[in-house]
C-alpha cells in the first residue's frame, strides 16, 4: 500500500511544477518592449527625402528699403555748391589764418581755436564763422594742402600768396577752374573786356556737361555766381575793374611757377603730361610759352631742362613742393 500510494503521488507531484509554470508565466508583468530601430533601408530612405523646413516669415516681413537708397543716389550733385564762389577767395583772411596754423593738431582744434582768438582781425563774429566755414569746407592742411600752409610762413610764399593760392583753390572747386580755362580761351582770341552776361551764359550752359549743380540753381543763385566767378578774377589778379573787367597782362613768377610745376609733376604719370597739364591755363601759360619759360630758368642755372619729342629731362631744385617750401624758400 505504500508502495502504491508513493506510485500514485509522483505523477501528481510532478504535474504540480507544470501548473506552477502555466500560471506564473501570464502573471508576469509584460516589460515595456523596447522601440525598433529602424532599418538601415528606412534609414536610407529618411536621409534621402527631403524634411519639411519650418517656414521663416520673419525675414520675409521685414521691409526692404532698396527703393529709398536708389532715391538716395540718384542726384549726381558734386560736393561743392555755390557758396563758395560767391563768398569769394578770401585771400588775406587764408593767410593770416594759416600763419597761426599749428599743422600738430587737427582741423578742428585750430578752427576752435581760430574762433576763440579771432587772430584773423574778422570785424564781426558773423564774418568769422563764414571764413571758419570757408577753410573747413576747401582745405586740408594735413594733407594735399600742407604746402600751402607751410608756404604761409615764409617770406618767400607770402609775396606770392596769391598764385599759390589759386592753384589750391581751383583744384578744390572745379567750377572756378573750368571758368578759369574758359576765360583763358578768350584771352588767347584777343578778347579785351569780359562781362557778366558772357559768364552767365557760359555757366548756364555748364549744366548740360560737367557740372549739373547749376541746373538746379535758381536765375538769381547763376547771377550770383557769375558775379563771384568775376570778383575771383580780380582778387587773383586775372582780371581788373569794378564795372568793365578787362583782362591783366598777368605773369607767373619763377617762384610760383616752380611751385605749380611740382604739383603738376605729382598728379601726372610723366613730365610730357606735366607740361600739357591743361591747368596752367589757369595762369594763362599755354605749354609753347612754358617751354619757354623752363628754358629761361635752365639758361639761369636754376632748373636742368633737355627736352627731345616726347622725351623730357627736367630736374628741379626740390622733389615736391613742400620740400620747395621747406628747403628753397625762405
Same mark, same amino acid.
Given at each position: 500500500?505504500?508502495?502504491?500510494?508513493?506510485?500514485?503521488?509522483?505523477?501528481?507531484?510532478?504535474?504540480?511544477?507544470?501548473?506552477?509554470?502555466?500560471?506564473?508565466?501570464?502573471?508576469?508583468?509584460?516589460?515595456?518592449?523596447?522601440?525598433?530601430?529602424?532599418?538601415?533601408?528606412?534609414?536610407?530612405?529618411?536621409?534621402?527625402?527631403?524634411?519639411?523646413?519650418?517656414?521663416?516669415?520673419?525675414?520675409?516681413?521685414?521691409?526692404?528699403?532698396?527703393?529709398?537708397?536708389?532715391?538716395?543716389?540718384?542726384?549726381?550733385?558734386?560736393?561743392?555748391?555755390?557758396?563758395?564762389?560767391?563768398?569769394?577767395?578770401?585771400?588775406?583772411?587764408?593767410?593770416?589764418?594759416?600763419?597761426?596754423?599749428?599743422?600738430?593738431?587737427?582741423?578742428?582744434?585750430?578752427?576752435?581755436?581760430?574762433?576763440?582768438?579771432?587772430?584773423?582781425?574778422?570785424?564781426?563774429?558773423?564774418?568769422?564763422?563764414?571764413?571758419?566755414?570757408?577753410?573747413?569746407?576747401?582745405?586740408?592742411?594735413?594733407?594735399?594742402?600742407?604746402?600751402?600752409?607751410?608756404?604761409?610762413?615764409?617770406?618767400?610764399?607770402?609775396?606770392?600768396?596769391?598764385?599759390?593760392?589759386?592753384?589750391?583753390?581751383?583744384?578744390?572747386?572745379?567750377?572756378?577752374?573750368?571758368?578759369?580755362?574758359?576765360?583763358?580761351? #578768350?584771352?588767347?582770341?584777343?578778347?579785351?573786356?569780359?562781362?557778366?552776361?558772357?559768364?552767365?551764359?557760359?555757366?548756364?550752359?555748364?549744366?548740360?556737361?560737367?557740372?549739373?549743380?547749376?541746373?538746379?540753381?535758381?536765375?538769381?543763385?547763376?547771377?550770383?555766381?557769375?558775379?563771384?566767378?568775376?570778383?575771383?578774377?580780380?582778387?587773383?589778379?586775372?582780371?581788373?575793374?569794378?564795372?568793365?573787367?578787362? $583782362?591783366?597782362?598777368?605773369?607767373?613768377?619763377?617762384?610760383? #611757377?616752380?611751385?605749380?610745376?611740382?604739383?603738376?609733376?605729382?598728379?601726372?604719370?610723366?613730365?610730357?603730361?606735366?607740361?600739357?597739364?591743361?591747368?596752367?591755363?589757369? $595762369?594763362?601759360?599755354?605749354?609753347?610759352? #612754358?617751354?619757354?619759360?623752363?628754358?629761361?630758368?635752365?639758361?639761369?642755372?636754376?632748373?636742368?631742362?633737355?627736352?627731345?619729342?616726347?622725351?623730357?629731362?627736367?630736374?628741379?631744385?626740390?622733389?615736391?613742393?613742400?620740400?620747395?617750401?621747406?628747403?628753397?624758400?625762405?
Amino acid at each position: 500500500m505504500a508502495t502504491a500510494t508513493k506510485a500514485r503521488r509522483q505523477p501528481s507531484a510532478a504535474a504540480a511544477p507544470a501548473t506552477e509554470k502555466k500560471a506564473v508565466v501570464p502573471a508576469k508583468p509584460a516589460a515595456p518592449m523596447p522601440a525598433r530601430k529602424a532599418s538601415t533601408k528606412t534609414s536610407v530612405k529618411a536621409e534621402a527625402e527631403p524634411q519639411p523646413k519650418p517656414t521663416a516669415p520673419a525675414p520675409k516681413a521685414r521691409p526692404k528699403a532698396p527703393k529709398s537708397k536708389a532715391k538716395a543716389k540718384a542726384p549726381a550733385i558734386p560736393t561743392y555748391g555755390s557758396d563758395g564762389l560767391i563768398r569769394g577767395p578770401l585771400i588775406s583772411d587764408t593767410l593770416q589764418a594759416f600763419q597761426s596754423w599749428n599743422l600738430e593738431d587737427s582741423k578742428r582744434a585750430n578752427l576752435d581755436r581760430l574762433r576763440q582768438s579771432n587772430s584773423i582781425g574778422a570785424p564781426t563774429q558773423a564774418w568769422l564763422k563764414k571764413v571758419c566755414s570757408a577753410l573747413s569746407s576747401r582745405f586740408d592742411p594735413a594733407g594735399r594742402d600742407r604746402p600751402l600752409v607751410l608756404a604761409a610762413r615764409t617770406t618767400t610764399g607770402q609775396r606770392h600768396w596769391k598764385p599759390l593760392l589759386l592753384w589750391h583753390l581751383s583744384i578744390r572747386d572745379q567750377l572756378l577752374g573750368d571758368g578759369l580755362c574758359w576765360s583763358a580761351q #578768350l584771352y588767347s582770341d584777343g578778347a579785351d573786356l569780359l562781362q557778366s552776361a558772357q559768364v552767365l551764359t557760359w555757366l548756364e550752359s555748364t549744366g548740360d556737361q560737367d557740372h549739373p549743380e547749376v541746373a538746379a540753381w535758381s536765375e538769381a543763385t547763376r547771377k550770383r555766381v557769375a558775379g563771384g566767378l568775376l570778383k575771383a578774377g580780380v582778387d587773383l589778379g586775372l582780371l581788373q575793374g569794378r564795372v568793365k573787367r578787362r $583782362f591783366t597782362a598777368y605773369y607767373l613768377a619763377d617762384e610760383p #611757377l616752380l611751385y605749380v610745376l611740382l604739383q603738376a609733376l605729382a598728379s601726372n604719370r610723366t613730365t610730357a603730361a606735366a607740361l600739357a597739364d591743361p591747368r596752367w591755363l589757369w $595762369f594763362r601759360l599755354p605749354e609753347a610759352e #612754358l617751354e619757354h619759360r623752363l628754358l629761361l630758368l635752365h639758361q639761369a642755372k636754376v632748373i636742368s631742362y633737355y627736352r627731345a619729342g616726347s622725351v623730357v629731362d627736367l630736374k628741379l631744385p626740390a622733389s615736391s613742393a613742400e620740400a620747395l617750401v621747406q628747403e628753397v624758400w625762405s
